[in-house]
């Protein structure tokens, strides 16, 4: 018997090769990492409850799906099943969830009990689907090979022109602002916000929406509300400014302000590079919806290189995510990056393995983290958060906010919108702990941290 492994969605599959070409299947997915495919609580608790092997009245897998019959409260059992090859869902049920408790529960079951799934032929309800998909996907990457370069070079000049006029636009915004000063912004109403950010949009330049979107979402409230609104506003007028002034740019300075007003690079042509090869903490995910999107960011740290990433999915509403990585979990992957002075963004191009390595080249201090983002601060004056591993620190209390001490006793003041201060107590039981921390200029948000070698999410 040889042992041959097959990498699916930032997931490793061991296949174990018999005769004839067939394979047995055999997934290595943990309840957590399963559950976190729930698109919310309630699915959780759905699915572990038709994790019941009772509950299903036939039930299959092979090497490109699993499937099974679960019965409801109708005549016909609900047909599930799911594509492995890229980790997707369907159901019969009537649920809009993806992936619907039926899904879950069956994915849950199997990770429980593999051998009560028949290795058996692939159902015609399943066969079709998977057909269905690889046919879609096989059209797409012929249409991606057949593209004009010449259309394609004009769709890009008329997409310059159009992000161009947009920002001028833009520019006499932000000097309007500044000219009538910003001491009535917090009675300004929404539309003020809403229709450049539409404008935005219609000039093609979706990163400039967020970011005057995000003007709206300052809490103007809160004592030194000012600083931060002017920060933002400068950080959208350097981008802009640097924009037109693409000439005198450097490439990847040119590839790093695209980047932020919203032009994309495909993936394909990035996963043709070469990557880093390490052995990748997922340090946490943070979810955010805007509209009719969700987007999953996932922070890593290369245990070896030291090197951050950050790994966004975008999933638009009713439909499911195609990677789904779980905070505490360890990939040996190969990451290729976005193109950047300082890269941070990337992709996973290849993940042969788990491991379980303790990250090394990590902060000691405060001190060295400031002086880390002064350095990309030189590179990128708009620079975004970043995550950092940093040794030895301990929760205290201060001016009655929440703040982490390093061994010099330099302070650190938590953000206001960390939940989990009572959960990252707990685990520390005031006494220094390791942890990975993600934000800048002095505000951060625990995203985990170690206790007794292992690493705990928050």
């Known amino acids: 018997m040889i042992g041959v492994q097959k990498i699916v969605c930032g997931k490793l599959i061991f296949l174990n090769k018999l005769s004839h070409n067939k394979y047995l299947l055999t997934l ?30 036939t039930k299959g897998v092979n090497e490109s799906a699993m499937w099974g ?52 032929e692939i159902p015609p309800w399943v066969n079709e689907w998977i057909s269905k998909r690889a046919q879609k996907e096989n059209k797409t990457e012929k249409e991606e090979k057949s593209v004009d370069p010449a259309a394609q070079a004009k769709r890009q000049e008329s997409r310059e022109k159009k992000v161009a006029d947009g920002i001028e636009e833009l520019l006499l915004w932000i000097k309007d602002i500044i000219r009538n000063g910003i001491i009535n912004i917090p009675e300004k109403p929404y539309n003020f916000w809403e229709q450049m950010a539409k404008r935005m949009v219609d000039a093609q330049a979706p990163g400039l929406a967020g970011m005057v979107k995000g003007l709206a979402q300052i809490n103007f409230y809160k004592d030194g509300w000012q600083s931060e609104f002017l920060d933002q506003l400068l950080s959208i007028y350097l981008i802009v400014s640097a924009y037109r002034n693409k000439e005198m740019l450097s490439v990847d300075i040119l590839n790093e302000v695209k980047s932020w007003i919203g032009f994309t690079q495909k993936q394909e042509e990035l996963k043709e590079q070469t990557g880093i090869l390490d052995t990748w903490l997922i340090l946490g995910k943070q979810v955010s919806d805007d509209d009719n999107l969700t987007v999953e960011r996932y922070w890593l740290h290369g245990t070896n290189t030291g090197q951050s990433a950050l790994i966004i999915q975008f999933i638009l509403r009713g439909q499911g995510g195609v990677l789904s990585l779980t905070p505490g979990m360890y990939i040996q992957a190969e990451l290729v990056f976005y193109p950047s002075v300082a890269p941070l963004r990337a992709l996973i191009k290849k993940q042969l393995t788990t491991n379980t390595s303790l990250p090394k080249n990590v902060y000691s201090f405060w001190k060295e983290i400031a002086e880390t983002e002064t350095k990309v601060n030189a590179l990128i004056p708009f620079n975004s958060v970043r995550p950092y591993v940093v040794k030895q620190v301990t929760p205290v209390i201060y001016d009655q906010r929440w703040w982490l001490a390093d061994d010099n006793n330099d302070l650190i003041q938590l953000n206001e919108n960390f939940k989990n201060i009572w959960k990252l107590l707990a685990i520390s039981g005031g006494k220094p702990v390791t942890a990975a921390v993600v934000g800048k200029e002095n505000l951060y948000e625990p995203l985990g941290v170690w206790d007794n070698e292992t690493y705990k999410s928050l």
């Open 28 to 57: 290595n997915f943990t309840e957590d990492q399963i559950l976190a495919l729930a698109p919310d609580e309630s699915s959780k608790k759905a699915g572990k409850d038709l994790s019941n092997p009772g509950k299903w009245v």
């Open 69 to 120: 019959e679960c019965q409801g409260s109708g005549s016909k059992p609900y047909q599930t099943q799911i594509d492995l090859t890229n980790i997707a869902f369907k159901c019969s049920c009537p649920s809009r969830k993806f992936p619907c408790k039926h899904g879950l529960g069956l994915f849950l079951l199997y990770s429980r009990q593999k051998d009560t799934f028949n290795n058996s």
